[in-house]
């Protein structure tokens, strides 16, 4: 049951939106963002490094036995898991469940970020340093 759970954490895509359509914030941000319609402002960003780390072991409380890493990462990403595999090996983390929490923390948390980050970083308009 918890490693089904995990799955299904896998495949979520955590959205926390802002309310938008308003004068305060008239487009959703990344929408805004991609187009280039914000203020031209140093942006400071950040993450937790282990965001997933909570949601994996509040769906998952029981250790996920280390032969079901690859199962379950094909479960969601079907062929391409192998290449996950590559990127978050096993043998580098803790558990079977601490690999599947850095990736749950990266797909959700760092990526969106650094998205974020580029989009913003390649339209400065001071004289701050980008990049």
């Known amino acids: 049951m918890a490693t089904l759970l995990v799955i299904g954490l896998l495949n979520l895509a955590f ?5 938008y359509g308003n004068p305060v ?18 942006v ?12 994996t072991v509040l769906l998952a409380p029981e250790p996920i036995p280390d032969e ?3 199962p379950i990462l094909e479960i969601p990403y079907g062929e391409d ?12 983390y ?5 690999a599947l929490a850095t990736i749950v923390s990266d797909r959700e948390w760092a990526w969106p970020a650094e998205e974020t980050d ?14």
């Not at 400071?44 to 949601?55: A, K, P, S, V």
């Not at 898991?81 to 580098?92: K, S, T």
């Open 15 to 19: 959205v926390a939106l802002p309310s």
């Open 25 to 42: 914030l008239p487009e959703l941000p990344d929408q805004a963002l991609t187009a280039g319609r914000f203020h031209r402002v140093p």
């Open 44 to 55: 400071l960003e950040g993450i937790t490094r282990d965001e997933g780390t909570f949601f």
């Open 68 to 70: 079901a890493y690859l």
């Open 81 to 92: 898991a192998g290449r996950v595999e590559a990127r978050y090996p096993l043998p580098a």
């Open 94 to 98: 803790r558990s079977a469940r601490h």
């Open 118 to 131: 580029d989009t913003t970083s390649t339209r400065p308009s001071g004289p701050w340093p980008t990049g």
